[in-house]
Nanobody
Framework: QVQLVESGGGLVQAGGSLRLSCAASGRAFSTLSMGWFRQAPGKAREFVATITYSGGSTYHADSVKGRFTISRDNAKNTVYLQMNVLKPEDTAVYYC??????????????????WGQGTQVTVSS
């Protein structure tokens, strides 16, 4: 089993920045491909970003490209989501997700076996 714990959410004004962290345990972190998803009230959970288990490749949703950056520190068993130039439409619960090995369809929620409990991000206008 893999346990994921997110942190770093909060309230920020539009144009501001936040960095989310997700600490993983229960399995060698270097074997896990990681992703970030978000879910706004009344909406489906949507893909934000993913990073391969090696850290060699990343992929970001068009809606956050150029503003958000996913990264990982295998020594700390942690994946990060740096969020800059935040907009009110970024308001959502942000979830960390993990899957052992490589992922064929990283933007699909069904591609990930493990999920964190989520952290709230609220961007005020």
């Amino acid at each position: 089993q893999v346990q994921l714990v997110e942190s770093g959410g909060g309230l920020v004004q539009a144009g501001g920045s936040l960095r989310l962290s997700c600490a993983a345990s229960g399995r060698a972190f270097s074997t896990l491909s990681m992703g970030w998803f978000r879910q706004a009230p009344g909406k489906a959970r949507e893909f934000v970003a993913t990073i391969t288990y090696s850290g060699g490749s990343t992929y970001h949703a068009d809606s956050v490209k150029g503003r958000f950056t996913i990264s990982r520190d295998n020594a700390k068993n942690t994946v990060y989501l740096q969020m800059n130039v935040l907009k009110p439409e970024d308001t959502a619960v942000y979830y960390c997700a993990a899957q052992v090995g490589s992922i064929i369809w990283p933007a699909r929620t069904s591609s990930y076996a493990y999920w964190g409990q989520g952290t709230q991000v609220t961007v005020s206008s």
